[in-house]
């Protein structure tokens, strides 16, 4: 009884099931057949010329967006390239469909175009449509105002949507790629931030149609990254903008754009900082060495001028000072000076040189007047001591080792002279070199001293002291680094801080 009682129960739960089966595959099938009789009957008659409400009240069409991507900004054609989703929402009485009820399940799909805060929830009866036939029904014209080049994208297929809802609205999405104008400041470049709008404006006055931004207005801004600009901030105004035709209802999206200086920093600040360090090495180098001197401030020079040139290739060409022309134009002077304080340098140097020269000369013939049996020879001048110095250079032994005769006065004058000049110069019968000629000085005194002046010689010689630093180099040493930082310090606290 109770076995029988169970089968039964089963068998009518199985029949039940296949009957509400074929009952719901029936009922799908006449669903269909009422959603295209009833799109049918929506389109018949429909002027697809006048907008919703004609002659009317204004028509209020919402708008969001959803930004996708930061594509590019370019500050030569003074542009950036976003792509986003951009959703209009409106209701047109007549394509409402409302007496009858239409069950469609898949409300929820093209969850991509994110319409999830539908404003009309007491009818959810919605129909998806595919993106075409959006060119059967009335749609704003909305454009960007200030869009350079746009294209909607269409693999696979056009990248629209249409949904219908019960009672006449309509949510029309799209996703497309734009270029759009930003006029860009770019006073303070790179340490600059920039304030790019899309401007979403239509071809009706305000007494036609009225855009206006949805409760949450913008999405996917914070998951948008640019490789050179970080978004700080974005805000979305409406005003109304008055033009020749009308009063013209006008959105507007703006974004705050911070420059990222990381690749400036690597690219154009620490090479030019290194740059005029580089410059700076003149000064630590013999002021006779001047092939080595004059080629470090020429090279320096050059790269300056090349890094600047790289720089402006990647902006337009603004006749207002940037950031950075200031910074490169610093940079280029500082290491221009450091070449000009070698001429400068040079000149006295060799300026001194010769009025000594001509002194000498004028004071040997007061002499050879006074005294005209003298032999010039016997007082070699300055112009002599170079030429033992090439004479110390030629590949000719006996030539090398021909010992010059050595007035005592003379002597005195040596210490004026470059080490290069003192050091290599063979004094007599003497031994060459300097230190073995101190030692040799030094021999007549008890041998531990003179052990512990040798030591203290040899560790003298092997740290090279130079005494004839040009008074310029000494001071440029000092003037050209704190300069240059006060110069930084200057920059940076006005950009940054600024
Ligand atoms: C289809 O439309 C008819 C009227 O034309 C209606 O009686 C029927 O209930 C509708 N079917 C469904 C499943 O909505
Ligand atoms: C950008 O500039 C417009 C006007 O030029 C201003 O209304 C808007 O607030 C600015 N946006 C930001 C994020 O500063």
Redesign the pocket.
């Known amino acids: 009884m109770w076995i029988l009682r169970s089968i039964l129960i089963a068998h009518y739960f199985i029949l039940g099931n296949s009957v509400k089966q074929s009952e719901q595959k029936m009922m799908a099938a006449s669903r269909l057949e009422n959603v295209t009789q009833t799109i049918a009957r929506i389109l018949e008659g429909y002027d697809i010329r006048l907008r919703p409400n004609f002659g009317g009240e204004p028509l209020f069409v919402g708008m969001d967006l959803t930004v996708a991507s930061f594509d590019a900004i370019s500050e030569v054609n003074m542009d950036y390239t976003i792509t986003m989703y951009l959703n209009q929402y409106w209701r047109d009485e007549r394509l409402a469909f409302n007496t009858y009820t239409l069950m469609v399940e898949n409300v929820e799909d093209n969850e991509y175009i994110g319409t999830n805060d539908i404003e009309e929830e007491e009818s959810r009866d919605m129909i998806t449509l595919s993106g075409d036939f959006a060119e059967k029904i009335w749609v704003p014209d909305t454009f960007f105002a200030n869009d350079k080049n746009s294209f909607l994208h269409d693999v696979t297929e056009r990248n629209k949507l249409v949904r219908l809802a019960g009672d006449g609205s309509v949510t029309y999405g799209m996703r497309f790629t734009t270029t759009l104008a930003c006029m860009m400041d770019l006073h303070y470049y790179p340490l600059d931030s920039q ?1 790019c ?1 899309v401007e979403i404006e239509n071809g009706y006055t305000v007494s036609d149609v009225v855009m206006y931004w949805r409760k949450t207005p913008i999405r996917g801004v914070d998951e948008a990254e640019l490789p050179q600009f970080t978004i ?4 979305t ?1 409406d005003r109304k903008e008055k033009l020749a035709t009308g009063v013209y209802q006008r959105l ?1 999206l ?3 754009l911070e420059r990222n200086i990381g690749y400036f920093i690597f690219q154009t600040y620490l090479p030019s900082i290194l740059i005029v360090m580089l410059s700076w090495v003149s000064f630590w180098i013999n002021h006779e060495a001047t092939s080595a001197r004059v080629a470090l401030g020429i090279t320096t020079v050059l790269t300056m001028t090349t890094i600047s040139t790289g720089v402006r290739s990647s902006l337009p060409r603004i006749s207002y000072v940037k950031a950075i022309d200031i910074y490169l134009v610093m940079s280029f002077v500082f290491v221009f000076a450091a070449l000009l304080e070698y001429a400068a340098v040079n000149y006295t140097y060799w300026g001194k040189r010769a009025k000594k020269k001509s002194k000498k000369i004028k004071g040997i013939a007061k002499k050879s007047s006074s005294r005209a049996d003298h032999n010039n020879l016997s007082t070699p001048t300055h112009e002599d001591i170079i030429e033992l110095q090439d004479v110390r250079m030629s590949p000719i032994a006996s030539l090398r080792n021909r010992q010059y005769p050595v007035d005592a006065s003379d002597n005195l004058d040596l210490a004026k002279f470059p080490p290069s000049f003192r050091i290599t110069r063979s004094y007599g019968s003497s031994v060459r070199t300097g230190l073995r000629h101190r030692a040799a000085r030094n021999n007549h005194r008890p041998k531990m001293l003179h052990a512990i002046k040798r030591g203290a010689s040899v560790i003298r010689a092997s740290i090279p002291k130079i005494k004839d630093v040009n008074i310029i180099d000494e001071y440029s040493r000092v003037i050209f680094p704190v300069a240059f930082l006060a110069f930084n310090v200057g920059y940076w606290v006005f950009y940054v801080l600024d």
């Open positions: 304030n709008t700080k901030g974005y805000e105004n507007s703006s974004f705050k």
